[in-house]
């Protein structure tokens, strides 16, 4: 579905990719008088609801994306999910601003891309790891790595399709999941040894025309590789500090372009190792919607737009926790009164059509002086949260 151009004035964004982190790049965007319009795969995603226009296209189908990018003509295209059509990407990018490069987001959008070049051309420490073609070959990776293992799809989303697997007779499951919760056609799995880290963190990193720039680190909870919580910022010395910012800036060096990256990363003692990179805004920085002068996303659009980046100021630690669906529906519900209980609470809605058992539907917010009981204070708010469906009520 293709709708009508409303001026050729303005700068033109558009978004690959709607969700809730989309809708917060889209409101920063139009601050600075910035044409917004939003692409996804299905009607009425978060970011559609606040840009100037939509599209409803199949991202990995090449010709719905040319079709669309051809029509609106944008000044800059943003992916915000790694399920795209990358190589039409590399095509068009002598004609178009990608953001932050084609080449990013092809490497960034599967697994292997990242790991190989992480692991084997820039020599960051990371995890052992196999990647995996055929079931067959499951028993003698696994057993060469050791169990506990970790199984993933070489491309997916919010840790679908990730599980831990504790022994040999688990693999079979694993992998039969790892299959349903790939993204695209892409069925190859990585399979890699878990390290018992300390504490893991995202390093938010910020790539300008004028140098490169870290936000706080946050630190964060993963269950089955999907955000649950995050706190900024994360206690670390200065010693680890440094090495995670030095990770950080030698993976974002070679990929290039401006933006905001979200590098993960793990810390055991006094080594830190590299686990994954997104070239855009990620889950767990939505603390920063409450910690900083500048949120992940106004970062984000001020490196796409070409003005200089700055470090941001932390203005308070915080915490947030995010809202899940307890079971599926359709126009969900909310009851938050019992959640907004003091005044260093914000609760951010996404206004996702409909839901799943699972899906992240908002996100709770929590400023205090100590980000531990940040982090208490929005897992009890978010617990408060009840989602309903009104159709189920007659």
Not at 228 to 240: D, G
Not at 242 to 252: D, E, G, L
Request: aromatic content about 8%.
């Amino acid at each position: 579905m293709i709708g009508t151009p409303l001026t050729r004035n303005a700068i033109r964004l558009m978004l690959l990719g709607s969700g809730e982190l989309g809708k917060e790049v889209a409101i920063e965007a139009q601050r600075f008088g910035v044409e917004v319009i939003a692409v996804d795969r299905y009607p009425h995603a978060p970011a559609m609801q606040v840009a100037h226009r939509s599209h409803v296209v199949d991202m990995l189908n090449r010709n719905e994306l040319a079709k669309v990018i051809e029509f609106e003509k944008p000044n800059f295209v943003v992916p915000e999910i790694e399920a795209i059509a990358t190589n039409y990407l590399l095509e068009i990018e002598k004609e178009y601003f990608i953001i932050p490069t084609a080449r990013a987001a092809r490497l960034t959008m599967d697994r292997e891309g990242i790991r190989k070049l992480a692991a084997e051309e820039l020599k960051l420490p990371t995890s052992r790891y196999f990647f995996i073609e055929e079931e067959k070959d499951l028993v003698s990776a696994a057993e060469s790595l050791g169990y506990p293992c970790v199984i993933k799809p070489v491309m997916s989303s919010s840790g679908k399709g990730q599980s831990v697997v504790k022994n040999r007779e688990g693999l079979k499951t694993a992998w039969e999941y790892a299959k349903v919760g790939a993204r695209a056609k892409n069925k190859k799995v990585i399979l890699e040894c878990v390290i018992e880290f300390d504490y893991e963190i995202t390093l938010l990193t910020i790539r300008g025309f004028n140098g490169t720039v870290f936000c706080p680190p946050i630190g964060h909870i993963q269950i089955d590789g999907d955000y649950r919580q995050s706190w900024q910022p994360q206690a670390m010395n200065a010693s680890l500090l440094a090495k995670s910012q030095k990770i950080a800036k030698t993976i974002t060096d070679n990929l290039g372009g401006r933006g905001i990256f979200g590098v993960e990363l793990f810390v055991k003692g006094e080594e830190v190792f590299f686990s994954e990179v997104s070239p855009r805004p990620h889950d767990t920085g939505l603390v920063t919607l409450i910690t900083q002068d500048l949120s992940e996303f106004a970062l984000h659009v001020r490196a796409i737009l070409g003005f200089p980046v700055l470090p941001p100021v932390l203005r308070s630690p915080g915490a947030s926790s995010v809202i899940l669906a307890s079971e599926s529906g359709i126009a969900p519900q909310f009851d938050i009164s019992q959640a907004m209980n003091d005044q260093n609470t914000q609760i951010r809605l996404f206004g996702k059509p409909d839901c799943k058992k699972g899906r992240r539907m908002g996100v709770v917010l929590v400023a205090d002086s100590d980000p531990l009981k940040a982090l208490d204070r929005a897992k009890e708010s978010a617990s408060k949260v009840r989602i309903y469906f009104p159709e189920n009520n007659t």
